[in-house]
């Protein structure tokens, strides 16, 4: 599965960005899509995540700012992201579990999109 993130950028502090991750290949049907961050120096950590249920769940630093959403029609997870701080500059990266059903059996997995940059700063 490939997914392609896109919508970085700058922002100012208290602004808005939207982030998007569209996955293409060939799969079933995608279950959790995650969105993930990491800043300088700083290990990756996990921002929200959204499940084939429609379910989602948020770093406690991200609720209330933070909506996550999908369009299963178009394979594709959003992150909206709100009132941005300067402590939410980082790196963007988007996962997605998926599952293909084939003749030879039934293959789950996990793949990771390339990084979008967002900067919070005046």
């Known amino acids: 599965v490939q997914l392609q993130a896109s919508g970085g950028g700058l922002v100012q502090p208290g602004g808005s960005l939207r982030l998007s991750c569209a996955a293409s290949?060939?799969?079933?049907?995608?279950?959790?899509m995650r969105w993930y961050r990491q800043a300088p120096g700083q290990q990756r950590e996990l921002v929200a995540a959204i499940f084939s249920s429609g379910g989602t769940d948020y770093a406690d630093s991200v609720k209330g700012r933070f909506t996550i959403s999908r369009d299963n029609a178009k394979n594709t997870v959003y992150l909206q992201m709100n009132s941005l701080k300067p402590e939410d500059t980082a790196v963007y990266y988007c996962n997605a579990d998926y599952v293909s059903y084939a003749d030879s059996g039934t293959v789950v997995g996990r793949d990771w999109g390339q990084g979008t940059l967002v900067t919070v700063s005046s």
């Open positions: 290949g060939s799969f079933s049907r995608l279950t959790a």
